[in-house]
């Protein structure tokens, strides 16, 4: 597809569960980033991905949450043993790179995660 | 720390109305402001803003930087009620954690 695609699009799941939420994105995007977007907030930034490197996951917000890419270009978010504060949107948004001038974000629809 | 802030947080105004959405911020190594609108799912890219006032235009929608003061400002011209969503303003530092530093949007509402 011509955009970011991520799945589920909506993920119901019962306390103290792992999840596994997955990015595919744009074709020849080699940075990738997961943010999350709560009730009434702003998009608050998890972690990122520049094309082979160690992702910067000074942004997740605890030992709880993970985060891979294989081969560059899919990525999986991991929540171990969700709580109900984990309740939110999970956006993925991909460039061409940071390190490219005048290259914008573009997002994907997101996972909406309900934890029970 | 970084931040960005937007008002108002919500605005409801009629078909034809012009509005103005803000957003101020504070960041070190400033690289490029960036405006999003959000309707139901994906945010979409509107406009990336690197340069004191230079005015970027896509139909009736503008936007302008002034990288002295440290704001920048949306339009919407002739509103429509297609244009009824959250906008999103966005500052990329050249440097540090965040790749992209949120406000928390302007939920415009246009009725008919």
């Known amino acids: 597809g011509a955009g970011v695609s991520q799945s589920p699009s909506n993920k119901v799941t019962e306390k103290g569960k792992d999840v596994e939420l997955r990015c595919d994105p744009i074709?020849?995007?080699?940075?990738l980033y997961w943010y999350r977007q709560s009730l009434g907030q702003g998009l608050e930034f998890l972690i990122y991905?520049?094309?082979?490197?160690?992702?910067?996951k000074s942004g997740l917000p605890s030992d709880r949450f993970s985060a891979e890419r294989t081969g560059g270009s899919v990525s999986t978010l991991t929540i171990q043993r969700t709580q109900q504060e984990d309740s939110a949107v999970y956006l993925c948004?991909?460039?061409?790179?940071?390190?490219?001038?005048?290259?914008?974000?573009?997002f994907g629809d997101g996972t909406r995660l309900s934890i029970l | 720390e970084d931040k960005v802030v937007q008002s108002p947080l919500s605005l409801v105004v009629h078909e034809g109305d012009t509005v103005t959405l803000n957003c101020s911020y504070e960041?070190?190594?400033?690289?490029?402001l960036l405006w999003y609108k959000q309707e139901k799912k994906a945010p979409t890219f509107l406009f990336m803003l690197?340069?004191?006032?230079i005015e970027k235009k896509s139909g009736r929608l503008s936007s302008i930087l002034d990288k002295k003061e440290l704001f920048s400002i949306l339009n919407i011209t002739a509103t429509q009620t297609g244009d009824s969503a959250i906008y999103l303003c966005?500052?990329?530092?050249?440097?540090?954690?965040?790749?992209?530093?949120f406000g928390k949007g302007t939920r415009l509402s246009v009725i008919a």
């Open positions: 960041v070190t190594n400033f690289r490029s």
């Open positions: 991905f520049q094309g082979n490197s160690a992702p910067d």
């Open positions: 966005a500052v990329e530092p050249y440097s540090g954690n965040t790749p992209l530093v």
């Open positions: 690197t340069s004191s006032g």
């Open positions: 074709s020849g995007h080699t940075a």
């Open positions: 948004a991909s460039s061409l790179g940071r390190d490219r001038e005048g290259q914008p974000q573009h």
